[in-house]
Nanobody
Framework: VQLQASGGGPVQAGGSLRLSCVVS????????MGWFRQGPGKEREFVAA????????YYSDVVKGRFTISKDDAKNTMYLQMNSLKPEDTAIYYC????????????????WGQGTQVTVSS
């Protein structure tokens, strides 16, 4: 099983980026897919998640209204559309996959992507 995250890069405050996470080697039926991020000197934190069956979405309070999580079943790909980016959104963004359980915590996620760097300048 591999998760490949991409789409990060430098952007100015107020700008947008779309992250992608391609999953290979696994049927995602019943999965919960999440985005986490880890800023410099900070712990990894929950950003957003989606259930592969049912499309239920979850967001952290700090990104709600600015970020949108979505997926493409045919492509086995999850996305994170990030708008109105702020310097505090600067972090390495990781995608991860689990079955069941609370999506907000890193525990229980079975597979992780390698991360993609997002740098927001003011």
């Amino acid at each position: 099983v591999q998760l490949q995250a991409s789409g990060g890069g430098p952007v100015q405050a107020g700008g947008s980026l779309r992250l992608s996470c391609v999953v290979s080697g696994r049927n995602l039926s019943g999965s919960r897919m999440g985005w986490f991020r880890q800023g410099p000197g900070k712990e990894r934190e929950f950003v957003a998640a989606i259930t592969w069956s049912g499309d239920v979405t979850y967001y952290s309070d700090v990104v709600k209204g600015r970020f949108t999580i979505s997926k493409d079943d045919a492509k086995n790909t999850m996305y994170l559309q990030m708008n109105s980016l702020k310097p505090e959104d600067t972090a390495i963004y990781y995608c991860a996959q689990k079955y069941g359980g609370n999506v907000h915590y890193t525990g229980g996620y079975l597979y992780w992507g390698q991360g993609t760097q997002v740098t927001v300048s003011s």
